[in-house]
Every structure is written in structure tokens, then in C-alpha cells.
């Protein structure tokens, strides 16, 4: 979503005259935009803040001014802290204020000190971002449709730094939507903290869902490809699942995060699901579309975690089999409840957890990949490779796929045997069969 966002900061500061480069040195303005879901994510904004005083201090020299902002969710939840640990810092703004960075940047050039913007405003920054955006080459784009969260989990600052849950209207959805493919786009991913509590006002005065959304993506305005995430395991709906089985645009790969094996820990964690649900959730799923694949998050030494807990949850990997996964420690973040808790799990503990987690993971994932070799796929090249004549681009289970190819088959999509297995990505050769969606 950061990505997404940045973006359309590009957007509305464009208007203005600025245009992207591609070092800070060069910059009259520079924002970071920041992630606060974990401590280490926080902290690198602040060393990050360090080298980038530098680089506005040798331009100060050269008699060159540069704008330095803090964008996204570490300036939401420490946006005073960064002004008193970076006081050369300009403009802080929220997620949600991004649609102000205009008249930001006008105050920050009359004004003596820092211009903070961090509430949460009546209106949404959707209804005020210019229409047209700067569609990335490679013909894959974000879409983000939903926002914020009511759920609550004991560890997870998002429902304090993006805020309450809303979806964005429909028909806002589908006119992005429709530029973006008559820009060449054929690859949206939905995005929203809870993308599949999506609940947007319809056209027509109802209240539509994912399934709804994405029915309509597909049919009518023409995405070739639709992805979406995160979901919620609690907000996956049986319409949803229906579009797995009737919608061939919706790519077979589902970003599921679980988080725990156990029970104990998912109720301690306010998940409001148990793993047999999730068990039974992925089964129907994989009923509906058999060529589904699964990714998910997981946290290790949520506080009062125990051994037989942790064993919990490797045997659901043992059980589900992923694709791929993200898998983290926990980590204590201000003002959630889980910070509070006692029984915080020793650092040590976590880390050889970690460790064996991320190695079952692995297996998993090698084994997964490993079993695409021989199979032809259809590939969305989305740039060049790393060597000369090659082109690379993304399977339908997200997998980074290169070949050799010419540079037209860029945004195109192409079937590909795939033919070799490398550590991060599959190589292949093209069958001559090209965009047959
Ligand atoms: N909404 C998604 C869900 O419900 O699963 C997750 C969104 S969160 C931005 C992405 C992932 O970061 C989570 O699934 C979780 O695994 C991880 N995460 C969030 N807070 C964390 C924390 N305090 N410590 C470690 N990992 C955390
Ligand atoms: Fe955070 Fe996801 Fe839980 Fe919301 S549902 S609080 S975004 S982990």
C-alpha cells in the first residue's frame, strides 16, 4: 500500500512541476514513506533521516533548498518525536492527509517551523487525488479499494495509524480501474489492510463486496488479471470463494495470513478465529479452485507463546502447505494491547523458533517452486531481467519468472515453459504462444 501511495503522492505533487528523480542529491523535495508495523521498520526511519540531513546540508551549501517530509504511518504515530529527534525535518503527514501535500508544501515555504498534519479528516483523500495517475510500465498497477481496520489485533498498530475501516464507493473503484486498462494495464491487485471486508456503495444504492467487485472488474472493464490483499480469514465469504471457481481473471494465489497454529494464541491475539476454521476455510477454497496456492503471514513469540503452542503452528504449516510466506517476530509495538502483556517471550526463544519456522517455510516454498519446472505458465512481463536479452516478469503464482525475449513482450502476457529452478526465481523459454487472455 505504500507503493500505491507514493505513487499518488507523485500525483498530486505533479501538478506543482515536480517530477520524480532517481537520487535524493538531486531532489527539491524528499519524502519518506514510512512503515511502522514493526520496531525495526520504525528505527530505520530515523537513521534513514540521518544520512538525508546530509544530503540537505550539501545542498544548503550549493544554495539549494530541499523540502524533507515524513509520510505514512511512523509519522502518524510519531510524528511529535520525529520533529524533536529531526528537527530539520520539514512536513510530517499521516496516511490519510496525503491529498494536502500541496498546501503543505506552501506553508512549509512560508512558515518558520515544521508543518505537521496527522488527524484523521472528515474527508476521504480518494475524493480530492487528481483522476489521472502515472501508470507504471510492465502492465501490472495497485488499486487500493479499502482502508484502515475495526478489528483490532492484540499486536497490530494499523487500526491506530490508518485509522477506522472504510471502503472507497464503487464507482470511483471501476473509473480507476478502467483508465488503468485503457492504459495498457492488464494486472490490478486489489489493495486494503482488510481488502475482503471490502463493503464499497454500489451504483446502484446497495452495498457490494469483493466477489461483487472483482465479478465486474472482470467482466466488464476488462482485467485480464485480479489479485487482492490482505484478507481477513474471518471475512472470507462463500461469494468470495465462488469467484475462485467462476472467475478465471482471479489469479489461483491467495494471500491468507494465519499468524498461529494454536488456538490459545490466535484468542490471545483477538484473530476471532480458530485453526481448525482456517483448516476447514482452506479446504472449501481449494474445493472451489484446486490449482490454488497459499501465502500467509505468521508471527512467532506473540506473548505467552509457548513450546507446544509454537508446535501448534508448525504442524498447520505441515498440515496446509504454503507457497510462499512471510514470517516474523513478534514485536512490541506502543499502545497495543499485546505490548502491555506480561509474559513476553525472551528474545532468544523467538529467534530459534524463527529459525525453524522460516526452514519449514522454506522447504515448502522450494518445493513448491521446484514443481513448476516443465509446466507452461503464462507470464506477465513486467521489466527486463538482469542480463542482456532477458526479460522478466511475474507467474500467476507471483513467481519471478526470466527468459529470453525481446523487450516488446514488456506489459504483454506470454506462455513460458518454465525450465530451470533457481533460488528466488524460475528460469524459462517462451513457446511462441503470446497473450492469449
Ligand atoms: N491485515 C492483515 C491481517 O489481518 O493478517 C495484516 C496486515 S499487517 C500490515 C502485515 C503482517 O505484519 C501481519 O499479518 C503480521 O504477521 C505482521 N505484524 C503485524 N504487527 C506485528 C507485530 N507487532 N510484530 C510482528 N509482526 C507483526
Ligand atoms: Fe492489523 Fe490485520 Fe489485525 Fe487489522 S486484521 S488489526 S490490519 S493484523
Aim: aromatic share 6%.
Amino acid at each position: 500500500m505504500n507503493v500505491y501511495d507514493s505513487e499518488r503522492m507523485t500525483d498530486v505533487l505533479r501538478p506543482l512541476g515536480y517530477e520524480a528523480v532517481d537520487a535524493p542529491d538531486r531532489a527539491d523535495m524528499i519524502i519518506l514513506n514510512t512503515c511502522h508495523i514493526r520496531d525495526r521498520a520504525a528505527e530505520k526511519v530515523f537513521s534513514e533521516l540521518g544520512r538525508l540531513r546530509l544530503v540537505k546540508e550539501a545542498r544548503a551549501q550549493a544554495g539549494q533548498q530541499t523540502v524533507l517530509a515524513v509520510a505514512g504511518c511512523v509519522a502518524q504515530a510519531e510524528g511529535r518525536e520525529i520533529l524533536a529527534r529531526a528537527p530539520y525535518v520539514d512536513i510530517v503527514l499521516g496516511p490519510q492527509t496525503y491529498h494536502r501535500l500541496p498546501e503543505m508544501v506552501a506553508r512549509a515555504a512560508r512558515a518558520a517551523g515544521a508543518v505537521i498534519e496527522t488527524d484523521f479528516p472528515v474527508e476521504q483523500k480518494f475524493d480530492f487525488l487528481p483522476p489521472e495517475r502515472e501508470v507504471p510500465e510492465g502492465g501490472a498497477a495497485f488499486l487500493t479499494i479499502q482502508e484502515g481496520c475495526d478489528k483490532f489485533c492484540s499486536f497490530c498498530v494499523v487500526p491506530y495509524t490508518r485509522g477506522a475501516e472504510a471502503s472507497r464507493p464503487v464507482a470511483a473503484v471501476l473509473e480507476e480501474a478502467r483508465r488503468l486498462v485503457a492504459h495498457g494495464v492488464r494486472e490490478i491487485t486489489l489493495l486494503g489492510q482488510n481488502v475482503n471486508a471490502y463493503h464499497g456503495e454500489g451504483p446502484d444504492g446497495a452495498t457490494w463486496d469483493l466477489a461483487r467487485l472483482a465479478t465486474e472488474l472482470a467482466r466488464h472493464v476488462g482485467v485480464e488479471r485480479i489479485r487482492y490483499t490482505t484478507s481477513h480469514p474471518r471475512d472470507m465469504g462463500d461469494d468470495l470463494i465462488a469467484a475462485h471457481r467462476d472467475l478465471p481473471a482471479l489469479m489461483p494465489f491467495l494471500h491468507l495470513p494465519v499468524q498461529s497454529g494454536s488456538d490459545r494464541v490466535l484468542a490471545a491475539m483477538n484473530r476471532g478465529h480458530t485453526a481448525q476454521e482456517y483448516r476447514d476455510l482452506v479446504a472449501r477454497l481449494r474445493a472451489a479452485r484446486p490449482d490454488l496456492a497459499l501465502s500467509s503471514d505468521f508471527i512467532v513469540g506473540h506473548p505467552g507463546e509457548t513450546d507446544e503452542d509454537f508446535e501448534q503452528t508448525m504442524q498447520l504449516i505441515r498440515d496446509i502447505g504454503f507457497a510462499q510466506a512471510y514470517s516474523f517476530k513478534y514485536s512490541p509495538r506502543p499502545g497495543t494491547p499485546a505490548s502491555n502483556a506480561g509474559a513476553q517471550v525472551p528474545e532468544d526463544v523467538k529467534d530459534a523458533r524463527l529459525q525453524r519456522l522460516q526452514a519449514l517455510l522454506r522447504e515448502q516454498q522450494d518445493a513448491f517452486n521446484a514443481a513448476s519446472v516443465g509446466q507452461r505458465v503464462d507470464v506477465l512481463f513486467t521489466g527486463r531481467g538482469r542480463k542482456p536479452g532477458q526479460i522478466s516478469g511475474k507467474s500467476p503464482y507471483l513467481q519471478a519468472v526470466h527468459v529470453e525475449g525481446p523487450d516488446s513482450l514488456i506489459g504483454q502476457v506470454a506462455e513460458v515453459e518454465i525450465v530451470k529452478l533457481h533460488t528466488n526465481s524460475l528460469g524459462g523459454v517462451l513457446t511462441g504462444e503470446t497473450d492469449r487472455a
